[in-house]
């Protein structure tokens, strides 16, 4: 697989929603991000792009009843602050009002913890894998070293894995993990391959961590390419 040309601007943080939508309300759902909400929420300062994603069953994925996420690309958190997006908030349109308001949302804040360097463009595919984590504080910091030293280099160096960046959650609605890895992936077939699952086995390192970590793992599959705000 060759590298696309394809990147997404990116800053110091992102917003996550994850939504539950059932197939009878899907189409309208749709329709009402990409003709009305979408746009609206990358008009807003501070807010870089933003990519809508459906949920992807593989054979690694952990269940969920949440079936789309959106991630907005953020220049830091305070875009989430101003005065126009709280009036998002306080006075949604009819449209948002009729298809969204009742539907089971999460919501998550994140800051980016790797790699260091938080603003500029990434590249990007048609799918992500999406692994929410957890680390007791007793292994915490060997956690990240493992994570960042050895984990990711691993599965970057896969073919068809374009990036990767890991989060800190700051929002207690990540169903109780901390942190959050994103893989840019050229599409959903880079897991058939088996070099993925082979760089992910667990190494002296990783086994060293114990049960004292944990892994929610999901893949998703884009609806459409970056978005600029």
């Known amino acids: 697989m060759t590298h696309p040309e394809t990147t997404e601007a990116i800053g110091s943080a992102i917003s996550q929603l994850r939504w539950h939508v059932e197939p009878s309300a899907e189409e309208e759902f749709n329709r009402w991000y990409d003709?009305?909400?979408?746009?609206?929420?990358?008009?807003?300062?501070?807010?870089?792009?933003?990519?809508?994603f459906v949920r992807a069953e593989t054979a690694f994925s952990a269940p969920s009843t949440f079936n789309y996420i959106t991630i907005y690309q953020l220049d830091d958190t305070s875009a989430l602050e101003t005065p126009s997006y709280r009036s998002?908030?306080?006075?949604?349109?009819?449209?948002?009002?009729r298809v969204a308001m009742s539907l089971p949302l999460r919501r998550d804040i994140a800051t980016q913890i790797y790699p260091k360097s938080r603003a500029g463009n990434q590249p990007v595919g048609d799918a992500i894998m999406h692994v929410f984590t957890h680390a007791d504080t007793s292994i915490v910091d060997d956690f990240h070293r493992w994570y960042e030293e050895?984990?990711?280099?691993?599965l970057v160096a896969c073919d068809g894995v374009f990036g990767a960046r890991r989060f800190a959650c700051t929002t207690p609605e990540a169903d109780g993990?901390?942190?959050?890895?994103?893989?840019?992936?050229?599409?959903?077939?880079v897991l058939e391959s088996g070099a993925l699952f082979d760089a992910g086995k667990p190494t002296p390192w990783r086994d060293k961590l114990g049960d004292k970590m944990r892994a929610h793992f999901q893949v998703y599959r884009a609806l459409h390419g970056p978005i600029a705000g």
Do not use: C, N
Request: glycine content about 4%; aromatic content about 8%; hydrophobic content about 40%.
């Open 88 to 97: 998002m908030a306080t006075t949604p349109s009819e449209w948002t009002k």
């Open 150 to 154: 050895e984990h990711i280099p691993a």
């Open 35 to 52: 003709e009305e909400h979408l746009a609206d929420l990358l008009a807003q300062p501070g807010v870089l792009s933003g990519r809508r």
């Open 177 to 189: 993990y901390e942190f959050v890895a994103i893989y840019q992936l050229a599409d959903v077939s």
